[in-house]
Nanobody, 123 residues
């Protein structure tokens, strides 16, 4: 089971950190991805982290967002800096143990999903 938390309301230019906590499985054994979704749109890849720790980012967030894994806490966090209203969305974390590198950005390749957490950036 995955549980996302940490969303909220922030002004443009501000920062937020969302966290994905796993129970019943160890995050280090999975590829974990963060996706976001706005009303009427498909889930959009934001960032992913492989079992090896290698990270991947969507072009729109590269340099502003950082994905990290804490094996002791069994969490995968997404630190979001320099937020803009375009980052407003429901953020979801997902995990899969068998996903290949080229499929990391594909939401349909993940077996496990957490509930979303709302991130709202005001202008």
């Amino acid at each position: 089971q995955l549980q996302a938390s940490g969303g909220g309301l922030v002004q443009t230019g501000g920062s937020l950190r969302v966290s994905c906590a796993a129970s019943g499985r160890m995050v280090r054994d999975y590829v974990v991805g963060w996706f976001r979704q706005t009303s009427g749109n498909a889930r959009e890849f934001v960032a992913g982290i492989k079992k090896t720790g290698h990270t991947y980012y969507a072009a729109s967030v590269k340099g502003r967002f950082t994905i990290s894994r804490d094996n002791h806490k069994n969490t995968v966090d997404l630190q979001m800096n320099s937020l803009t209203p375009e980052d407003t969305a429901v953020y979801y974390c997902a995990a899969d143990s068998r996903i290949i590198q080229s499929s990391i950005p594909r939401a349909d390749q993940y077996d496990f999903w957490g509930q979303g957490t709302q991130v709202t950036v005001s202008s």
